[in-house]
Antibody
Framework: QVQLQESGPGLVKPSETLSLTCSVS??????????WSWIRQSPGKGLEWIGF???????KYNPSLKSRVTISVDTSKNQFSLRLSSVTGADTAVYYC???????????????WGQGTLVTVSS | QSVLTQPPSVSGAPGQRVTISCTGS?????????VHWFQQLPGTAPKLLIY???NLPSGVPDRFSGSKSGTSASLAITGLQAEDEADYYC????????????FGGGTKLTVL
């Protein structure tokens, strides 16, 4: 049974870079069958997809965040990571990592989620 | 303002049937993109509830069902139980957003 666990600083200063890592157990990122996503949820708000990565290094990002986001993968550690630059208070959110499965006709959906980690942007 | 529109809240008594709508447009649901549903219990991560319009993952009770027609989709819950009280989100894709993944704004289900 696959499990995902987010880790990283819970507090980031404005204008700095948010960095989080997702550790995957029970499945190999290198299996190639899945994509691996980051999704966030601002306090009291809905869900926002940030982007995903395939073990090959292929990435796709939400156009609204694309200029500030980098998602990378480390297959040797079975981890993938998120970097979000130039953060502001609007980036305060619970950040989830997730495993994505292909839908039958189009797109992907997250079939397994990490527990999430709260990142607060404040000086 | 979410591209996919859901009612902010719905409610029902135990045993009743409730539905949650997810209304999109010709650039997302109407374009043929699949719809998926997630359940988020208080203080927990979202959990996949329905995938690819009307499929139940293993372990999800068949009291839950999904449907899609035109530019909208719906989640139905029959035999409502207290444990169903949660936030529900629909998800699809939008061609006007470079094929980006989009979520509905979420619906709070209250079991009376």
């Amino acid at each position: 049974q696959v499990q995902l666990q987010e880790s990283g600083p819970g507090l980031v200063k404005p204008s700095e870079t948010l960095s989080l890592t997702c550790s995957v157990s029970g499945d190999s990122i290198s299996s190639g069958s899945y994509y691996w996503s980051w999704i966030r949820q601002s306090p009291g708000k809905g869900l926002e997809w940030i982007g995903f990565i395939h073990y090959s290094g292929f990435t796709k990002y939400n156009p609204s965040l694309k200029s500030r986001v980098t998602i990378s993968v480390d297959t040797s550690k079975n981890q993938f990571s998120l970097r979000l630059s130039s953060v502001t208070g609007a980036d305060t959110a619970v950040y989830y990592c997730a495993r994505d499965s292909p839908s039958y006709s189009s797109g992907w959906y997250s079939d397994t989620w990490g527990q999430g980690t709260l990142v607060t942007v404040s000086s | 303002q979410s591209v996919l529109t859901q009612p902010p809240s719905v409610s029902g008594a135990p045993g009743q049937r409730v539905t949650i709508s997810c209304t999109g447009s010709s650039s997302n649901i109407g374009a043929g993109y699949d719809v998926h549903w997630f359940q988020q219990l208080p203080g927990t991560a979202p959990k996949l509830l329905i995938y690819t319009n009307n499929n139940l993952p293993s372990g999800v009770p068949d009291r839950f069902s999904g449907s899609k027609s035109g530019t909208s989709a719906s989640l139905a819950i029959t035999g409502l139980q207290a444990e169903d009280e949660a936030d529900y989100y629909c998800q699809s894709y939008d061609s006007k957003l470079s094929g980006s993944r989009i979520f509905g704004g979420g619906t709070k289900l209250t079991v009376l």
